[in-house]
């Protein structure tokens, strides 16, 4: 199994967390985004889009990070990472959309400009990340997990680009239960810390 990644990207964080909490050996292969790698025919070949991350298992080849982490719980992941029984199925998938929606665009988004240089409102993006930060917090208010009972991927899907919003301006102190949310996730065995990141850098992507 081969992971195409690179260690400041969030999304190909969430698929290195999932396959190190569930005890997954994966070859990570590093992506060079400043050399516009993810642009190249090789990696074409494996994801059109020209996006990370790409996972290679076998003959079986899944682009997208929400796509990874549920290719991963069908396949090798304990019960109850990604649940089978309708109800439960569907408030993991709807976590899994505002992983790919309210987060990209307010916490992801805010950071892409401080980092990475990238043409957003600054003042709107940070707007966004705090309101889906309210959103998430009043929903663990008073539970563990932001979908079951117990920890499933959609908080693998949500943790990353909600770790390290503070380096997009976005100021997380005031959502307490976020805050004992993701001491809780970083507290599972097998947990794999997301690299801080120099400003600075500019993406190729």
């Known amino acids: 199994m081969k992971l195409y990644s690179h260690p400041l990207s969030g999304h190909a964080h969430r698929a290195r967390l999932f396959l190190s909490l569930i005890g997954v050996d994966a070859e990570i292969v590093e992506v060079d985004l400043a050399a516009g790698e993810h642009k190249s ?29 549920v290719y991963v719980a069908k396949t090798y992941a304990p019960e109850g990472w990604l649940p089978e029984e309708p109800a439960a199925a569907a408030a993991v998938q709807r976590w899994l959309s505002v992983a790919a929606g309210e987060i990209a665009y307010g916490p992801c988004a805010a950071r892409l400009v401080t980092l990475f240089g990238a043409k957003f409102d600054t003042e709107e993006v940070i707007a966004r990340a705090h309101r889906i930060l309210g959103l998430v917090d009043a929903q663990l208010t008073g539970r563990e997990w932001i979908a079951s009972t117990r920890p499933t991927i959609a908080d693998i899907a949500l943790y990353s680009y909600i770790a390290r919003a503070p380096e997009g301006n976005v100021d997380r102190s005031a959502y307490r239960s976020v805050t004992t949310w993701l001491e809780r996730i970083e507290a599972l065995p097998g947990f794999q810390p997301f690299q801080k990141s120099p400003v600075g850098i500019v993406e190729a992507a």
Request: hydrophobic share 45%.
């Open 41 to 69: 025919p090789d990696f074409l070949a494996l994801n059109p889009f020209g996006q990370l991350p790409v996972l290679q298992d076998g003959d079986t080849v899944v682009s997208d990070s929400n796509a990874i982490l």
